[in-house]
Nanobody
Framework: VQLQASGGGSVQTGGSLRLSCAASMKIPARNAMGWWRQAPGKQRELVATLTTSGTANYADSVKGRFIISGDNSKNTVYLQMNNLKPEDAAVYYC??????????????WGQGTLVTVSS
């Protein structure tokens, strides 16, 4: 399974971007898909997740500004980012979590996509 992320770019404060992450195939026993981000010198942060049942969860820092959605028919998850702030600048990574044997989970990762926000 490969995840292909796209949609990063450079915007001004208050602008919007939409990230996309497409899986190369349907992921068996998928639990969720979502996005992490990592800014220079900072730890990776979980931004948003979307479970297969449709439950979305967000980091407090993006609540009310970011919206995660998915298209199961396309094995794709999206992240609509609105009212972007300089602190949102980071490399964004999409991931997918799937259940595997023994009650364990496996995480698939896409390549990062860079988001820069200028003030």
């Amino acid at each position: 399974v490969q995840l292909q992320a796209s949609g990063g770019g450079s915007v001004q404060t208050g602008g919007s971007l939409r990230l996309s992450c497409a899986a190369s195939m349907k992921i068996p026993a998928r639990n969720a898909m979502g996005w992490w981000r990592q800014a220079p010198g900072k730890q990776r942060e979980l931004v948003a997740t979307l479970t297969t049942s449709g439950t979305a969860n967000y980091a407090d820092s993006v609540k009310g500004r970011f919206i995660i959605s998915g298209d199961n028919s396309k094995n794709t998850v999206y992240l609509q980012m609105n009212n972007l702030k300089p602190e949102d600048a980071a490399v964004y990574y999409c991931y997918a979590e799937a259940q595997i044997a023994g009650g364990l989970v496996n995480n698939y990762w896409g390549q990062g996509t860079l988001v820069t926000v200028s003030s």
